[in-house]
């Protein structure tokens, strides 16, 4: 079954930092990664989306890899902000269904 | 454009009652997802539609759960009986057609408390 980890439930950083969030996925290769944002009480935001066959996409401070040989994506937050404090989730998918990781809260100390 | 609605944002009732959650996707969207989110935890799909029809509800607990989207719009979820470990975040998403993002588009989804 597809199983997708964020192996980090909190990360505290201080600002101005780059912040790295890291999510593993098991027993196949999805076609695609998704990073989305959420706030207390808010539903998720979409923020980046890479394919199997891209090595890194970028967003303004955003950064996202994705490696297929350890399984694994990484997303980069540079200079961060108190704002960009948030959960963070990443989610595996091809063309119908996309499974979600369990988020990782990071917190953006001043 | 105007978001994904949902509503109540709140709802407390004992268990074994019943309750009902209304989602309004994105006017034009197809694609409608009903997912559970337990505090601490990422979004579990329960049920997706692609119009009025379901895609994949192999998550949804059938005995007690049920969802429908008459005329491929809205979208209604019930739970009856609740039970405690109902006790969850209920969002709702829609997605319209593939793009090079395949992003969704979450409502502020629906707080149930099951006492």
């Known amino acids: 079954s597809q199983k997708i980890e964020q192996n980090s439930e909190a990360l505290n950083i201080q600002e101005g930092k780059t912040a790295t969030l890291t999510c593993n996925y098991t027993n196949y290769s999805p076609a695609y990664l998704q990073w989305y944002r959420q706030d207390p009480g808010r539903g998720p935001v979409f923020l980046l989306l890479?394919?199997?066959?891209?090595k890194e996409k970028r967003k303004e401070r955003l950064k996202v890899t994705f490696d297929t040989t350890l399984k694994q994506s990484l997303f980069h937050i540079t200079a961060s902000q108190p704002a960009d404090s948030a959960t963070y989730l990443c989610?595996?998918?091809?063309?119908?269904?996309?499974?979600f990781g369990t988020g990782t809260k990071l917190q953006v100390i001043p | 454009e105007a978001g994904v609605a949902q509503s109540p944002r709140y709802k407390i009732i004992e268990k074994r009652q019943s309750v009902a959650f209304w989602c309004n996707p994105i006017?034009?969207?197809?694609?409608l997802y009903w997912y559970q989110q337990i505090l601490g935890q990422g979004p579990k799909l329960l049920i997706q539609?692609?119009?009025?029809?379901?895609?994949?509800d192999s998550q949804l607990p059938k005995d007690r759960f049920s969802a429908e989207r008459l005329k491929g719009v809205d979208s209604t979820l019930k739970i009856q009986p609740a039970k405690l470990e109902d006790s969850a975040v209920y969002l709702c998403?829609?997605?319209?057609?593939?793009?090079?993002?395949?992003?969704?588009?979450f409502g502020p989804g629906t707080r149930l408390t099951v006492l």
């Open positions: 890479i394919r199997e066959n891209e």
């Open positions: 998403a829609s997605r319209g057609l593939p793009n090079r993002y395949n992003e969704q588009f």
């Open positions: 539609f692609q119009n009025n029809g379901v895609v994949d």
């Open positions: 006017s034009g969207h197809a694609t």
């Open positions: 989610a595996q998918g091809g063309y119908q269904k996309v499974t």
